[in-house]
């Protein structure tokens, strides 16, 4: 059966930093790109980043440039997001992806584009 289970998520402090982790089975991981969405109460899921493949050039959302970083091992089957300088806004629930590598690259933002989803960990920033 296809998992994919988050953990990571933790009550940090404006400004703080913290690593969320992803880890895939039951399919051949290095296959598929890997992506993070969010969501907040009364708001739509929001793409965050994402990865197709070991040594190609990551996407991230907006929100995420510059702050967060992506990244994969396909050894382990693991997913990563590193989080920096978090604001009050960041707070939401953090959910993995995996789909099918697609010759569209654009199709990473999409979630229509991922087929497996966690079932989320909880980031909650605030002093």
């Known amino acids: 059966q296809v998992q994919l289970v988050e953990s990571g998520g933790a009550l940090v402090q404006p400004g703080g930093s913290l690593t969320l982790s992803c880890a895939g089975s039951?399919?051949?991981?290095?296959?598929?790109?890997m992506g993070w969405f969010r969501q907040a109460p009364r708001k739509e899921r929001e793409f965050v980043a994402a990865?197709?493949?070991?040594?190609?050039?990551?996407g991230y959302g907006d929100s995420a440039l510059d702050r967060f970083t992506i990244s994969r091992d396909n050894l382990r089957n693991t997913l990563y997001l590193r989080m920096s300088s978090l604001e009050p806004a960041d707070s939401a629930v953090y959910y993995c992806?995996?789909?099918?590598?697609?010759?569209?690259?654009?199709?990473?933002?999409?979630?229509?584009?991922?087929?497996?989803w966690g079932q989320g960990t909880q980031v909650t920033v605030s002093s």
């Open positions: 992806a995996a789909g099918p590598v697609s010759a569209d690259t654009s199709a990473v933002r999409e979630r229509t584009s991922y087929n497996y």
């Open positions: 039951g399919f051949i991981f290095s296959n598929y790109a």
């Open positions: 990865l197709r493949q070991v040594g190609t050039t990551p």
